[in-house]
């Protein structure tokens, strides 16, 4: 096996995988990039994780706020479930109870079976602003995160795990730059090559293009379709975008609008994988799955 062209590495990968946690690998960081004809592998049927009765309520009585009631969900390891709603639906609190930042009022969170015990690196988040460490560069905020993860892999070794992300996302040429030195669509690569180099199980996205334009919004889509692919990562994302969730999801949950948003329905997005925006187009399904979103969100906004 001969190193990536753009990104030649000191080490070979198999001396690195040795001396890495299993959960890094495989990494495989002497492949060449996925090819647009990546054949998805079979989701296994048992969920990594699921939701039981969840609910979240803040006051008590009359002053109580509801902002998740009952929720119910079950997520298959290696899918990715798109979350849509209007403003108010609970869609970002959703998120933050699965990454355990807040914890639920009643029900139970699952992961693998087990009751989740607080955050942790098993759950990579990327939030609508990068976040970024704004002293630190690219390289050292992406490396910030593997230091903690894996602090008994040498220096070296952490450092080509960062060098490959970076590249994986196209910032191998400014990775020695500071945040202010960034656009925001770099800034939020950064952000998503540090997600991916924790290697989580499960990567929670709250509205990660939200802040950018649309074209840097394609592109990042983009981006972030291959590099799930060749992780096959479990992945959720909030997004207020249905051309997104349809573009990036295997299912759409559709939450209600509040008081007590809860999930309205899930629409399963048959579409072929590796998708592009102008495959999506074409595709006949397309346009169908587009319409039920839309008369969903619809029948939401006028009960």
Request: charge should be neutral; proline fraction near 8%; charged fraction near 20%.
């Amino acid at each position: 096996m001969r190193a990536l062209d753009w990104a030649p590495l000191p080490m070979t990968a198999p001396a690195l995988r040795k001396s890495l946690p299993p959960l890094v690998w495989p990494l495989t960081l002497t492949e060449e990039p996925a090819s647009q004809s990546l054949v998805v592998a079979p989701l296994p049927s048992a969920p990594l994780l699921e939701l039981r009765g969840v609910s979240k309520h803040y006051g008590s009585g009359q002053r109580q706020t509801r902002l998740l009631d009952d929720i119910n969900l079950q997520v298959t390891a290696g899918e990715f479930v798109a979350i849509v709603g209007y403003s108010g639906s609970g869609k970002t609190t959703l998120i933050s109870l699965m990454a355990s930042l807040i914890a639920p009022t009643s029900g139970r969170i699952l992961k693998e079976g087990k009751a989740l015990a607080g955050p942790g690196p098993d759950r990579g988040i990327v939030f609508q602003a990068p976040s970024l460490v704004p002293w630190m560069t690219a390289f050292e905020n992406v490396l910030l995160g593997i230091a903690q993860v894996y602090p008994h892999a040498v220096t070296s070794e952490q450092q080509q795990i960062a060098i490959y992300y970076l590249t994986r996302v196209g910032l191998r040429e400014a990775m020695h730059k500071r945040p202010a030195e960034l656009s925001k669509g770099m800034q939020q690569r950064v952000g998503i090559a540090r997600a991916f180099a924790l290697q989580p199980k499960l990567l929670l996205l709250d509205e990660p293009f939200g802040m950018l334009d649309s074209l840097t919004r394609w592109e990042l889509q983009e981006v972030l379709m291959e590099v799930w692919s060749r992780n096959q990562l479990t992945a959720i994302c909030v997004t207020h975008d249905i051309d997104e969730a349809l573009l990036l999801s295997d299912r759409v949950v559709m939450m209600t609008n509040g008081p007590k948003p809860r999930v309205g329905g899930i629409l399963k997005v048959d579409l072929p994988r590796h998708r592009s925006r102008r495959a999506l187009l074409d595709h006949p399904d397309y346009y169908r799955l587009r319409e039920e979103l839309l008369e969903f969100l619809i029948s939401c906004d006028h009960p």
